[in-house]
């Protein structure tokens, strides 16, 4: 009997992951195909599985909280991979059944992708929408008052992030195979924003290819990566992923003060 397809309302929403375009297990299902450039209907699963346990690890290795869904599938995919594995049953006549493994998963895919691409035009036309109509005078210091701005990241995904961490944490298996042990020696976010902050002085971009792989160990590359994320948050950079890959970092106008670095945990 295979495992049942995990439901996206089964478990409470402090459970779930949501970061922008990435909602959950079939969004990075769906990442991992177009990668890949696989089609739906023939997923490669050996290959979708490896992957989707790679990212699994990226976020065990940053402490991310992983939602109940993300684990369930990871189990999914293992199953249906044994199940490609495995000789089809046969039937009375002595032909193998032409029951695809993959069918459920496929489907479920399918109607995901379409579920998204619309969600992704309405999205659109709102925003043309909010920008052809006057709001009254009133209104406007009122949602100025109320909504607090949100983190716009649309050039890069988190996908490019991990990708690009992944790749350090490989890069340093290879070349430093036995890990360095340091006694007492703790890497704080609050130090690498401040390390990156007086990078970004200069005005000119910074790699974060290159600075991760600068570092002296894999403590530090996390805690500097970590600050990234957070001055990221804290509007202190902006992302921009450029055409070969790399992850260059800006300055943005906003101020590091003594109040802001409070509010960094670790």
Not at 38 to 59: K, N, R, S, T
Not at 145 to 163: A, C, G, Q, Y
Not at 201 to 226: C, H
Request: with cysteine; net charge negative.
């Amino acid at each position: 009997m295979s495992l049942p397809l995990p439901s996206t309302g089964t478990l409470p929403d402090s459970w779930h992951v949501r970061v922008p375009v990435f909602e959950g297990p079939l969004d990075l299902l769906l990442h991992l195909i177009k990668v890949h450039k696989v089609e739906i209907v023939d997923i490669p699963v050996a290959l979708i599985c490896d992957q989707f346990h790679h990212y699994l690890d990226i976020m065990e290795v940053l402490n991310l909280d992983m939602a109940g869904d993300y684990i369930y599938m990871a189990a999914y995919l293992i199953h249906l991979k044994s199940k490609m594995l495995l000789p089809r049953p046969k039937t009375l006549a002595g032909k193998e059944v032409d029951e695809d493994p993959r069918e459920d998963l496929v489907q479920r895919l399918l109607e995901y992708r379409r579920l998204k691409d619309a969600a992704q035009s309405f999205a659109e036309v709102d925003s043309q929408r909010r920008g052809m109509w006057v709001r009254k005078s009133d209104e406007i210091r009122r949602i100025a008052k109320e909504d607090t701005p949100e983190l716009d990241i649309s050039e890069i995904s988190l996908f490019d992030l991990l990708r690009t961490f992944r790749h350090v944490l490989e890069r340093f298996e290879r070349e430093n195979p036995e890990p360095l042990q340091l006694r007492g020696e703790v890497y704080s976010v609050r130090s690498q924003i401040e390390r990156l902050v007086a990078r970004l002085a200069s005005g000119k971009p910074v790699d974060l290819m290159d600075d991760l792989t600068t570092l002296r160990n894999r403590s530090e590359a996390v805690a500097a990566f970590l600050a990234v994320l957070e001055m990221a948050r804290l509007f202190l950079i902006r992302l921009h992923v450029t055409e070969k890959g790399h992850v260059l970092l800006y300055r943005t106008e906003t101020q590091l003060d003594a109040g802001t670095l409070e509010t960094v945990q670790g």
